[in-house]
C-alpha cells in the first residue's frame, strides 16, 4: 500500500492571522489648545516644508550624484568653510555625532574627503575635501540651484527677501537653544 504524502500545512502571513482593523470612528479633532490647528503650528508646518524640500533634493543627489542627504551636508559645509574639525561639522550642520560620522566614513571610501588629526590637538579630526570632493560640490551647486529656484517660483520678490530675512531671524534664534 502506497503511502499517501501530506500535504504541508499552509502558513498564514503574520499581516493574514492580525486582528482585524477596528472600526474607525470619526471623531471631532481636537482643540490644540493655543496651536490652534496642526497645520497653522509654525514648527509643524516648517518641519514638514524642510522634509519635503529636503526629500525632493535628496531624491536628486541620490540619482545623479550617489549620496545622500547626510553626505550632501557634509560635503557642502566643507566646500563653504574649507576644512572642519569633526564637531564643527556637527555643528554646522546641525546633525548628531553618529549620522555625521557614518557619512565621514562613506565619504571616505567614496574618495570624497580626506581625514587627518589635528596637529594642534591629537585627539581632534579633520575633515578635508579631496578634488573628487570639490569637482562634485561644483556640479552639485548648479542642480541645487535650480531646484531652490523652482522652489522660490511660488513666492514674489518681496516675499523671498521676507523669506530670506524670517529664516535668518530664527536661524539665530535656534542657536540660543
Known amino acids: 500500500m502506497a503511502k499517501i ?9 503574520a ?4 486582528r ?12 490644540l489648545g493655543p ?9 509643524y508646518k516648517l518641519s514638514v516644508v524642510a522634509n519635503r524640500v529636503s526629500q525632493s533634493i535628496g531624491r536628486l543627489f541620490e ?37 555625521v560620522s557614518r557619512a565621514q566614513r562613506r ?7 580626506e581625514t587627518f588629526d ?11 575635501l579631496t578634488p573628487t570632493g570639490v569637482e562634485m560640490c561644483e556640479k552639485i551647486l548648479p542642480e541645487a540651484a535650480k531646484r ?3 522652489f522660490l517660483a511660488a513666492l514674489d520678490d518681496h516675499e523671498h527677501q521676507q523669506l530670506d530675512i524670517i529664516l535668518d531671524k530664527l536661524m539665530k534664534r535656534s542657536l540660543e537653544l
Do not use: C, H
Request: aromatic fraction near 8%; glycine fraction near 4%.
Open 63 to 99: 540619482t545623479r550624484f550617489n549620496i545622500q542627504i547626510p553626505e550632501w551636508r557634509i560635503i557642502m559645509a566643507l566646500y563653504a568653510y574649507n576644512d572642519l574639525v569633526f564637531n564643527e561639522v556637527v555643528d554646522q550642520t546641525s546633525m548628531d555625532k553618529a549620522r
Open 35 to 43: 496651536m490652534g490647528k496642526l497645520e497653522d503650528f509654525i514648527p
Open 107 to 113: 565619504l571616505v571610501d567614496l574618495g570624497l574627503i
Open 5 to 13: 504524502a501530506k500535504a504541508p500545512a499552509k502558513t498564514t502571513p
Open 148 to 150: 531652490e529656484a523652482w
Open 20 to 31: 482585524p482593523a477596528p472600526k474607525r470612528v470619526t471623531v471631532k479633532r481636537p482643540n
Open 15 to 18: 499581516r493574514a492571522r492580525a
Open 118 to 128: 589635528d596637529p594642534e590637538d591629537g585627539r581632534k579630526v579633520i575633515l578635508s
